[in-house]
């Protein structure tokens, strides 16, 4: 039930049916609500700058559009980077270094899924998850990075930074703001961004499927078992038949769901996401399978502003 549950909620706000279109046009009041204190925050927001280069990679619409993968391609380039985030459906609140220089210090309960995900991704990288960025920002400073990235920081209009949007391969077919649909901000505002990059054409994703860290194909019975946002767009990369069984964003799972998916599928291997398997790796799951995520960015993207941007800093440096 929870699964179609979300999974209705998720067609609502990207691809809704008539019905759906229908309770979006009802709920338009609050759209409009909701526009006019985005407008207004942002028309009120007076960026801070810090005196090192901030890199934002965000999205303009809810959910995942790969801000976490092209994170990592771009910040894997540069010595001394740090990675800010939220840490969404983390057992924690506050700042947490989750890793230092490669290090990690706290467990994926603390951090949240995409945290570690980094923290494992980027093993010379230092990786921070608090709701104040801006507190984030000065611990960075105070550990000595010279680079910052914000994962899904658009939206932070009191900072200073540098703002790549990722816009997504399938446009959705409702165009409205949260509730009436799936955009966090207007759409409008993708002008806004300093690099924009569409799936499928500036960047795409290359899956590779491993079993202990080898590459390897998948079993005739496998279930896909995940807790993304946009879950069924998985399925492009699998076999055509495969079952799924998804969780709402972030979810964190428990013994008693591994165990009944266990029963109910046994004979059955699994796979999952990179961020899903962080945490269903402490189930000792034996069949578990990964979907190992790459990015490739095309050659054709020009990102000389962005490294105008960061030079812009090593000068201000060197003047001083």
């Known amino acids: 039930m929870k699964q179609k ?80 985030l939220r840490g969404y459906g983390r057992a924690s609140k506050g700042l947490y270094v989750v890793s230092l220089n490669g290090k990690i210090l706290e467990d994926v309960k603390t951090s949240g899924d995409e945290a570690m ?43 200073s930074k540098f703002n790549i949007l990722l ?30 990059l569409l799936e499928g054409m500036d960047f795409k994703r290359v899956i590779s499927i491993k079993k202990d860290a080898n590459i390897c194909d998948l079993p005739v019975k496998t279930l896909l078992i995940t807790a993304i946002s946009k879950p069924k767009r998985l399925l492009e990369y699998l076999p055509k038949d495969i079952k799924m069984i998804s969780f709402p964003d972030h979810y964190t799972f428990t013994k008693d769901d591994i165990l009944k998916i266990q029963n109910e599928y046994k004979n059955y291997a699994f796979v999952t996401t990179g961020k899903d398997f962080v945490k269903l790796k402490e189930f000792d799951m034996t069949n578990l399978y990964l979907m190992d995520l790459d990015i490739k960015i095309d050659e054709k993207v020009d990102f000389s502003l962005m490294e105008e941007y960061i030079e812009s800093f090593k000068k201000g440096v060197e003047n001083d």
């Open 5 to 84: 549950l979300h999974l209705w909620i998720e067609d609502y706000l990207f691809f809704p049916n008539t019905l759906q279109k229908i309770i979006s046009f009802l709920l338009l009041p609050l759209t409009f609500i909701y526009m006019l204190i985005i407008l207004t925050k942002r028309a009120m927001a007076k960026p801070i700058e810090f005196g090192i280069p901030i890199i934002s990679v965000g999205n303009i619409i809810v959910g995942g559009s790969g801000k976490t993968p092209v994170t990592i391609k771009l910040a894997s380039k540069y010595e001394n980077a740090c990675v800010i």
């Open 167 to 196: 816009r997504p391969k399938d446009e959705p077919t409702n165009i409205f703001c949260l509730p009436s649909g799936g955009y966090r901000e207007p759409k409008g505002f993708y002008a806004q961004a300093n690099i924009e």
């Open 117 to 159: 995900l980094l923290a494992n991704s980027l093993p010379k990288a230092t990786i921070i998850v608090c709701e104040n960025r801006i507190k984030a920002i000065l611990k960075a400073k105070e550990l000595g990075c010279k680079i910052i990235f914000l994962d899904d920081g658009f939206s932070k209009y009191q900072i």
